[in-house]
C-alpha cells in the first residue's frame, strides 16, 4: 500500500473510534499533494460505507483561525451526509475525541463551478450566477491527531479536521444584500464566547468561492450544483460543551443552532 491509502486507513479508524493517533509529518516527509492524496483516499472509504458527498469546506481564510492553530495557507476539505446535522439537534459528543466549534457562512451552489469560473479567477462569471442562497452555519471540528496539532499536510490529510456541520435556514443570495461585514456571534450555554465579523473571512466571504474553484482545481475536487461551500470560520473555534447548547448568529442572516449531549442516559431522555 502507498503511504496515503496507509496513513488514510489510520486516520478512518481513529475517527471512527474516536480515538487520536500521531502526527503524518511525526514520521514521514509529507507535502501536499500526498496530504490531498490522503485526504482522497479517506473520503473513498467514507464513500464506499454508502456516504454521499454533500459539499466542500475552506480553512484558515480568517487570521483568527489561521493563528490559533499556526497554519498560514487556505485549505479545502470534503463534506458528507455522514457529518450533517440538522438545525437543533443533538450531537452526540462520544462520537468525537476533542471537538470544537466554530461559526461559518455556507453557500448553496447553483451551478457546477470549475476553476477559471469566478469572477477574479477568469472568465468573471459574477458571483450571483453561482451562488443561490447564504446561511448561518456551525462547524465541529475535532482533529483526529494527538492534542489538536498538526501541520498543514498533516490537517489537510485529515480532511481538514471536519466531523460534523449544521446549516440554518438559507436566504436567497440575491436579497441576502452585501455580505462584507456582518457581526458574527457564536454563544455557548446562552453566553457569547466568540464575536467577529464575515470581513475577517478573506475580506469578503464571496472571495471564499473563487478561492475555492483554484484550490478544488489544483487538488482534484469539483464544486457541484446543488452543493454547500462552507467558507472558513470567521472566529477562533472554541471547545464543544459535552452537555449544552451552542449558536451562532450572523446579522441579517438569522441563527442556528446545536445541542450536545455526552451521556447514553442523557441522549435517550433528551435526544432527537
Ligand atoms: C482545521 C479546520 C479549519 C476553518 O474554518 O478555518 C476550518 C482546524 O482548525 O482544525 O475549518
Ligand atoms: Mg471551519
Do not use: C
Request: no cysteine; charged share 20%; aromatic share 4%.
Amino acid at each position: 500500500m502507498t503511504a496515503d491509502a496507509v496513513f488514510a486507513a489510520a486516520l478512518d479508524t481513529a475517527q471512527r473510534t474516536a480515538t487520536a493517533i500521531n502526527q503524518f509529518s511525526s514520521t514521514e516527509e509529507v507535502g501536499l499533494d500526498t496530504a490531498y492524496a490522503t485526504q482522497h483516499a479517506l473520503i473513498a472509504r467514507r464513500l464506499a460505507r454508502g456516504e454521499r458527498l454533500t459539499g466542500l469546506k475552506l480553512g484558515f481564510t480568517s487570521q483568527a483561525k489561521a493563528q490559533q492553530m499556526g497554519v498560514s495557507d487556505v485549505t479545502i476539505g470534503t463534506l458528507t451526509d455522514a457529518m450533517r446535522l440538522d438545525d437543533d439537534a443533538v450531537f452526540d459528543r462520544r462520537s468525537a475525541i476533542h471537538p470544537r466549534i466554530e461559526p461559518e457562512v455556507a453557500y448553496l451552489l447553483a451551478s457546477d463551478i470549475d476553476g477559471t469560473d469566478i469572477d477574479g479567477a477568469g472568465s468573471g462569471r459574477p458571483l450571483a450566477a453561482v451562488i443561490a442562497a447564504v446561511a448561518p452555519a456551525l462547524e465541529i471540528i475535532d482533529s483526529r491527531y494527538r492534542d489538536f496539532r498538526f501541520s498543514l499536510a498533516d490537517v489537510v490529510a485529515d480532511n481538514t479536521s471536519a466531523a460534523a456541520y449544521v446549516v440554518g435556514p438559507w436566504t436567497p443570495f440575491d436579497r441576502a444584500g452585501a455580505l462584507d461585514n456582518r457581526a458574527v456571534t457564536l454563544e455557548v450555554d446562552g453566553r457569547i464566547s466568540a464575536t467577529g465579523s464575515t470581513a475577517a473571512i478573506l475580506g469578503d466571504p464571496g472571495r471564499a468561492v473563487a478561492a475555492a474553484a483554484r484550490l478544488a482545481a489544483r487538488h482534484g475536487f469539483t464544486l457541484r450544483a446543488g452543493s454547500i461551500l462552507l467558507a472558513g470560520a470567521a472566529t477562533a473555534a472554541v471547545p464543544l460543551p459535552d452537555d449544552g447548547t451552542v449558536e451562532a448568529t450572523i446579522a441579517g442572516l438569522g441563527r442556528v443552532g446545536i445541542r450536545t449531549r455526552s451521556r447514553a442516559d442523557s441522549l435517550a431522555q433528551k435526544g432527537s
